[in-house]
């Protein structure tokens, strides 16, 4: 029996989730027949339940006494609107107010549900509204028809609209079968295709070769298993082995090739991110546990290890941008839950990159429109951080027309644990043998499958949709609960989480602590009947963890999980058999030699050629009014306030932070970082910043990456940060760098990667910052017919840094007239695809250089100067160059400045629009009481710094100039409404 | 004296268990940190507790209504515990997903004394969830312990669903009369004018009369969406050059101070 509730708001109260969708239909979709819009939430019970039950339902759980009223079965509204569009899930995605709703019903009537509840959201649209517009509503802003469906209706059977229960329908499982692999090259080639292997001719060889090694066959028939492989041991070969898990392109031997001259490189991770943590890490005894866990970690203190990770999810958020960037999350979460014996997760950084919102051009097949992009990734942050308690301390977004093609969504999450608990570190773990697997948190659907292996290709109009799934925060966060309990109660020797790959990855890579796992999938818990084997070792499903149990502390481990309500079950042993073992319904479906399942990939061979293709000689111009051409910067997308974003997220829960993302005496002028103090009983706080710089790449990726690694250090001394406490985490965001006939940009692509890597390696080593995790996505290219977008390279270097005493950072507003003002760091002529040029439409010019050794002094002087108490305000100059600094600071500080241009120390001949708006690295505005003065300068001798004028009790903003054009008179007030209208929605 | 053995609600979503303890003990309590199901277990006994704190979070995600899951939640499962913890008053309070089960629960106004909703906590006007610092004023008219002498606060509110509206005109009258209400929004410093809304964005969700925390008549059941536990140490307010964190610790002391009397 299936029943519907319906919820609405009592007639005449407002409602504000409608009236903003009634602006964002005019707004982004350009429909004006819509007068208004009301909002009304639909429960689809499957139960057997009498009218008195449903009543009190609706009654006690679903109406509010105040402001809305429930129906059972009738609906909310008869008439008077022009269309009700019904949106609800597909059959199968993750409901997550359907799984709440069923445990408040169970609840409220003392018994278990055996069927399940179905949530959908009713529009009602009112107004001359044509049945087009509705159905591009629809579409376009309601439903996303990849995990949504919706029905649209003129009257009061909306409800008939879409189908009532998306259920699962049962499905017959498809039986374990084997794959021949004696095939030819190209019948090779189209099973990886077609099975979405993404496996190469090479590495598909290579496994046809070691089934049909005699010893192998030997061994399998044993088991009772054939010589060709099962379905299930080729999907699992295909998870662990993809570019996603094992980082293929990163370890490839490289022929690099640059005028003229060849070098040949054995893995871009072997030569220079772990060469940069070798040198730059050495004598730093906090450095725990570096590239080999889920996360970094590192010492905080002697009581308190932190853990931290980066990653990205950005097929996911090009397809269902909601749903990508709240798993996004919630993964990274568990990355550091994994990470060492599990950390808490005490904040989480994001950086996202999208096409310009305001694009007006043909959205490509399969696309989505950049600010429809924007909007469901801020919203699935915005879930995943909020809802599960950790706060969004800093960010950035990006925007470059070519992210259309794929956004860019990067998830940070840090977390902290105790440096040991019963006496034994926490860094360090280790399966052992005889230990049970558990499986903890959700259930296995087919939501994700593939999404490893899928990342590992580009995006085109064939892609999958089961790679897409929806998170559930709550879900986690009781798992999290219980496994940090469980933690403290020593009850398991290894944690690791399920991310891409599934148990398949997992287990698997826990089991190398063994060497050997035998698992039972029919125990594995179903979110609905008929899953094949295969399905259930590598579906993606969300909010699942897996532990090492050691036998005798199974039966407490799972009565503690039955107390927080979380569901962990015992799919089986580590054992040191050298094989991974899967069992389905007592019958071997997979038997896998550890050695070949981790080392039997074979290594790429790669060829890269450089070649200069940026023109540094810079066009003609005519330089602007320089108080305009400022207004115009501050209004730009990359610079302008990200307020309306920031505001939307969590940034203190927890009580730790002290640098939040937006300060000042308003507190709306932006942070350089964030800054955490994470242990109650100490003042020392860690800090964090992101360095991005993608528009770089179309010079040279090497100055990219070379700025990114700047920047993100330079926020982070901004703050307070010594610079020998700075680790940092790499993250490359790339197009297809392997050359193939489609691919003939390959080549090009994979030089400009290791030029970044060269870059990451020299400034780095230079401030002595070792890397302690990273990531990497290869592929992020559309491709459809005729329409190719491939991002620009881009590297996010992340960097967590250690501050001594909370109670001394600086912020980057001004905080009183008559401080003076200094600018630290020389300017050059580095306009080259500065914001000033893009917006002015100048062709050429040079990208910023990053000299780290001047840098590095400079940062050292500014870090002692701040723990010395002698800086009042600090700020980096980066998008926008000195001019938006300056503005910024003024922002913050609601206070004016006088600034003359003369005494910024630059190079030899450079006019004024210059000195405002290079984008050279290495630069701060920073300001000092008048009385410090001396003792300031003193601490920055033998650095760049020019003393250029005072922070104004008014808000006068001056700016005097060494040329003709050079003055900027105007008022703060008018420099704030600049940077704030533009995304003022 | 012995310090007053608090419990801070945990579990299912709630989030702000940390903060809300270390406060509590920041001003004298004996504060624990108790996971819902060592309740219904009666591995922990409410009764053996001076006070009890729901903090907030995002208990079973907000779905259906902030607070909504977790007040059938009591209400089915230990109610039994939390009638006699009421019938003694001792402190009850709740901050935002708290002060959102309370009043769900209807333990707050409880203008009836029936323990049925009387008001509500719903969507900000904004449509929009947001992180904003804001000031509140305490009301000399309020029967509220808690908010005696606080001056005024300065602290966070991080809310999609804290928009005050009580059932009809006569019960925000008799809440108004009664002196229920505890904080209002204010201007910096804790400022406003009687009879006259600051407005959004000082009302940051366009409450009712800038109602941000009310109690029921016995003054001891307590919640406001705001959270002070935020703002107990200098360190984390964002204008660090000015002194903003004792209208907190004072509210916190005071809920310590009614403990203490059990």
């Given at each position: 029996m299936v029943s519907r509730i319906e919820v609405a708001l009592k007639d005449g109260l407002e409602d504000p989730a409608g009236a903003s969708l009634k602006r964002r239909i005019l707004e982004?979709?350009?429909?004006?027949?819509?007068?208004s819009v009301r909002t009304a939430s639909a429960y689809v019970i499957e139960a057997q339940l009498g009218e008195e039950e449903l009543q009190k339902i609706a009654q006690e759980?679903?109406?509010?006494?105040?402001t809305s009223g429930a129906f059972v079965n009738a609906p909310c509204i008869k008439e008077g609107f022009a269309f009700a569009v019904e949106v609800g899930f597909k059959p199968?995605?993750?409901?997550n107010v359907g799984g709440s709703a069923k445990e408040a019903i169970e609840d409220c009537l003392g018994e278990k549900l055996e069927g399940g509840v179905y949530t959908s959201r009713i529009y009602f649209l009112y107004g001359n509204v044509k049945k087009e517009e509705a159905e591009r509503i629809a579409k376009?802003?309601?439903?996303?028809g990849l995990i949504e469906r919706w029905g649209i209706s003129k009257?009061?059977?909306?409800?008939?609209?879409?189908?009532q229960v998306p259920k699962v329908l049962p499905m017959q499982p498809v039986p374990v079968q084997n794959i021949s692999l004696e095939l030819d090259d190209e019948k090779l080639v189209s099973l990886s295709k077609k099975r979405l292997l993404a496996l190469s001719l090479e590495e598909m060889e290579r496994i046809r070769e070691h089934f049909a090694d005699g010893k192998v066959r030997v061994g399998r028939e044993k088991e009772g298993l054939l010589a060709m492989p099962t379905d299930a041991e080729l999907e699992m070969l295909a998870q662990t082995w993809s570019e996603h898990c094992k980082h293929k392109i990163f370890n490839a031997k490289i022929e690099y090739e640059e005028n003229g001259k060849k070098e040949n490189i054995n893995s871009l991770f072997k030569t220079y991110i772990v060469a940069t943590t070798k040198k730059a890490g050495k004598?730093?005894?906090?450095?725990?546990?570096?590239?080999?866990?889920n996360a970094g970690i590192v010492r905080f203190n002697e009581e308190w290890n932190l853990a931290i990770k980066v990653e990205t999810h950005n097929t996911p958020s090009a397809l269902d941008p909601y749903g990508g960037a709240l798993t996004g999350i919630l993964g990274v979460n568990r990355d550091v839950l994994g990470a060492g014996m599990g950390a808490k997760p005490i904040f989480n950084t994001d950086v996202l990159c999208f096409a310009p919102f305001e694009y007006a051009g043909m959205v490509p097949p399969k696309l989505m429109h950049p600010k429809r992009t924007l909007e469901g990734v801020r919203k699935g942050i915005e879930r995943g951080g909020n809802a599960s308690g950790i706060p969004t301390v800093n960010g950035a977004v990006v925007f470059e027309?070519?992210?259309?093609g794929k956004p860019l969504v990067y998830c940070g999450t840090c977390g902290i644990m105790p440096a040991k608990i019963k006496g034994k570190e926490t860094h360090k773990k280790e399966a052992k043998k005889t230990d049970r697997i558990f499986m903890v948190g959700g259930r296995v659907g087919k939501?994700?499958?593939h999404g490893a292996t899928f990342s590992s290709v580009g995006l085109d109009e064939?892609?999958?949709?089961?790679a897409v799934q929806l998170g559930d925060a709550i879900v986690q966060k009781k798992a999290a609960d219980f496994l940090l309990a469980a933690r403290d109660e020593g009850l398991y020797n290894a944690i690791t989480d399920n991310g891409a790959g599934g148990l398949a990855s997992s287990v698997g890579e826990m089991a190398q602590d063994t060497q050997g796992c035998i698992m039972h999938l029919e125990r594995c818990p179903l979110?609905?009947?008929?899953?094949a084997p295969w399905e259930m070792l590598v579906?993606?499903?969300?909010e699942r963890m897996t532990v090492a149990v050691p036998k005798e502390k199974a039966g407490e481990f799972a009565a503690l999980a039955a107390l927080y309500e979380v569901e962990a079950t015992d799919l089986g042993e580590f054992t040191n058999s050298g094989y991974f073992v899967a069992k389905y319904k007592e019958k071997t479906i997979a038997m896998l030699q550890m050695e070949f399942l981790h080392k039997g990939v074979p290594q790429m061979e790669l060829q890269a050629k450089w070649e200069?293709?940026?023109?540094?000689?810079q066009g003609k111009y005519e330089i602007p009014k320089l108080g305009e051409a400022l207004v115009r910067l501050l209004a730009r997308p990359n610079i302008c306030s990200k307020e309306y974003i920031i505001r939307q997220?969590?940034?203190?829960v927890m009580g730790?932070?002290?640098?939040?993302p937006l300060c000042g005496v308003e507190r709306d002028g932006p942070s350089d970082a964030g800054v955490i103090a994470?242990?109650?009983?100490?003042k020392e706080a860690i800090a964090i910043s992101n360095g991005i710089c993608p528009r770089y790449s179309d010079a040279d990726a090497y100055w990219m990456a070379a700025n990114a690694v700047d920047e993100a250090v330079r926020n982070l001394v901004a703050t307070g940060?010594?610079?020998?406490?700075i680790a940092g985490l790499d993250n490359f965001c790339w197009c297809d760098p392997i050359y193939t006939k489609e691919n003939a940009d390959g080549k090009y692509r994979l030089a400009q990667l290791v030029r970044a890597n060269k870059a990451l390696y020299e400034v780095c080593t230079a401030y002595g910052v070792p890397l302690i995790s990273g990531k990497d996505s290869m592929k992020n290219d559309y491709r459809n017919g005729s329409i190719a977008i491939s991002i620009p390279p881009t590297l996010l270097f992340s960097a967590i840094g250690k501050i001594?005493?909370?109670?001394?950072i600086v912020s980057s507003d001004f905080k009183e007239g008559g401080d003076v003002v200094y600018v630290l760091g020389k300017t050059f002529d580095e306009c080259g695809k500065s914001e000033y040029f893009l917006e002015y439409e100048v062709k050429g010019g040079k990208v910023p250089r990053v000299d780290a050794q001047a840098n590095f002094k400079l940062y050292a002087c500014l870090a002692s100067a701040i723990k010395k108490g002698m800086v009042r305000s600090a700020h980096d100059c980066s998008d926008g160059g000195l001019g938006v600094a300056l503005a910024e600071c003024g922002i913050g500080g609601r206070l004016g400045v006088r600034v003359d241009l003369e005494k910024v120390p630059r190079?030899?001949?450079?006019?004024d629009d210059k000195i405002l708006f290079s984008e050279s690295s290495g630069r701060f505005v920073v300001s000092v009481r008048k009385k410090d003065c001396a003792k300031f300068e003193n601490e920055m001798r033998g650095c760049a710094f020019g003393k250029v004028g005072e922070v104004k009790k008014d808000d006068a903003f001056e700016v005097k100039g060494v040329g003709e054009h050079g003055a900027i008179y105007t008022k703060v007030g008018v420099l704030l409404a600049a940077w704030q209208r533009t995304m003022k929605w | 004296m012995a310090k007053p053995k608090i419990l801070v609600l945990d579990g299912f979503?709630?989030?702000?268990e940390r903060e809300t303890a270390i406060a509590l003990s920041e001003m004298g309590a004996d504060a624990r940190v108790v996971h819902f199901y060592k309740l219904q277990t009666r591995r922990?006994?409410?009764?053996?507790?001076a006070g009890m704190v729901i903090p907030g979070g995002w208990s079973f995600g907000?779905?259906?209504?902030?607070?909504k899951v977790l007040a059938n939640r009591i209400k089915y499962r230990i109610w039994d515990q939390m009638k006699k913890f009421h019938e003694e008053e001792k402190p009850i309070v709740g901050i935002c997903n708290g002060f959102q089960m309370l009043v769900k629960l209807g333990l707050l106004p409880n203008l009836s004394g029936?323990?049925?909703?009387?008001v509500t906590l719903t969507n900000n006007a904004s449509g929009k969830f947001e992180d904003r610092w804001i000031a509140l004023a305490p009301q000399k008219?309020?029967?509220?312990?808690?908010?005696?002498?606080?001056?005024w606060i300065s602290a966070p509110v991080r809310h999609g669903e804290g928009r005050f509206i009580a059932k009809d005109e006569k019960t925000l009258e008799r809440i108004e009369e009664m002196g229920l209400v505890a904080f209002r929004y204010a201007c910096e410093g804790g400022k406003r004018e009687e009879n006259e809304s600051v407005g959004y964005p000082l009302n940051p969700n366009g409450a009712q009369n800038d109602i941000a925390g009310v109690c029921d008549e016995s003054g001891k059941v307590f919640g406001m969406m705001p959270h002070p536990e935020c703002s107990?140490?200098?360190?984390?307010?964002?204008?660090?050059?000015?002194?903003?964190?004792q209208g907190s610790r004072k509210f916190y002391g005071n809920i310590v101070k009614e403990a203490a009397k059990f």
């Open positions: 982004d979709l350009k429909i004006n027949s819509v007068s759980i679903f109406a509010d006494a105040v199968g995605v993750t409901d376009e802003m309601l439903a996303n009257d009061f059977e909306y409800a008939n609209a879409i189908a004598g730093k005894g906090w450095l725990l546990s570096v590239f080999s866990d027309p070519r992210f259309l939501d994700g499958i064939d892609s999958p949709t089961s979110k609905y009947p008929g899953l579906s993606e499903s969300q200069e293709r940026w023109e540094e000689k997220y969590d940034h203190e730790m932070s002290a640098l939040k994470p242990v109650q009983e100490s940060v010594d610079v020998q406490t001594k005493d909370v109670e001394k190079e030899g001949g450079l006019a | 979503g709630l989030n702000c922990e006994k409410l009764e053996e507790y907000d779905d259906i209504a902030g607070g029936r323990v049925e909703q009387e008219k309020s029967v509220c312990p808690y908010a005696k002498e606080v001056g107990i140490f200098e360190w984390q307010h964002p204008n660090k050059e000015k002194a903003h964190a």
